[in-house]
């Protein structure tokens, strides 16, 4: 497991290296708000997608039950 601690230029090495990663689409959405919260140290971290239509449709997300989703 990597070490979460560090400042903005270290997430911004994490998620750079974790766009090269060949991962589904999905799971690469719920890494990156997994780094990001856990960087932040923040208790919730979401991922939101404005759609064509101009509705914002969570992606992922860290922190948040599943059952309130």
């Known amino acids: 497991m990597r070490d979460t601690a560090g400042g903005p230029r270290v997430l911004l090495k994490r998620l ?3 766009m ?3 991962l589904e689409p999905q799971e690469r ?3 990156i708000v997994r780094d990001i ?3 932040m140290v923040a208790e919730v971290c979401s ?3 404005l759609r064509a239509d101009s509705v914002l449709e ?3 997300t860290e922190g ?3 059952n309130a989703v």
């Open 58 to 60: 969570l992606y992922a």
């Open 47 to 49: 991922l939101y997608v």
């Open 16 to 18: 750079r290296e974790l």
């Open 20 to 22: 090269q990663e060949p």
């Open 29 to 31: 959405l719920d890494r």
């Open 37 to 39: 919260a856990s960087n």
């Open 64 to 66: 948040l039950n599943p």
